[in-house]
């Protein structure tokens, strides 16, 4: 893998684990985080990637991240307006009520105390 795919995981990971645990994602964090982890990256990743990620709600984008091909594909990094609006569009198809038919032991000819 090559170095910079390197640090820009290693950023997400650190805005990852910061979001996990309810803190606010600051580029300060996430270099105390790396610096931790013993990782050394260009210093304007994490500025960057603190920025990007302080405008995604990374839990919605997380669990909306397989429901269309568009949110599916996007990276966090890129995440902050492109990926956020079909994840926004896709949510609103999955708002449709359900209609759920029941079924019935009849049409097997049996029933369940027969």
């Known amino acids: 893998m090559s170095e910079i795919k390197t ?4 950023c997400i ?3 990852l684990l910061l979001q996990d645990d309810g803190i606010e ?5 996430i270099k105390t985080l790396l610096e931790a982890a013993n990782i050394t990256v260009a210093s304007h990743w994490p500025g960057l990637y603190a920025r990007s ?6 839990p919605e984008l997380l669990l909306n ?3 269309s091909g568009a949110a ?3 990276p966090v990094a890129a995440a ?7 994840a926004a569009a896709a949510k609103k198809e999955e708002k449709k009520p359900e209609v759920k ?14």
């Open 7 to 10: 640090e820009e995981l290693a």
């Open 13 to 15: 990971y650190s805005g």
């Open 25 to 29: 994602i600051t580029a300060d964090k």
């Open 53 to 58: 990620l302080a405008k995604v709600n990374i």
């Open 65 to 67: 991240a397989g429901s």
């Open 72 to 74: 599916g594909a996007a």
């Open 80 to 86: 902050t307006g492109a990926a956020a609006a079909p």
């Open 101 to 114: 038919k029941e079924e019935s032991d009849d049409d097997m000819g049996m029933g369940l105390f027969d």
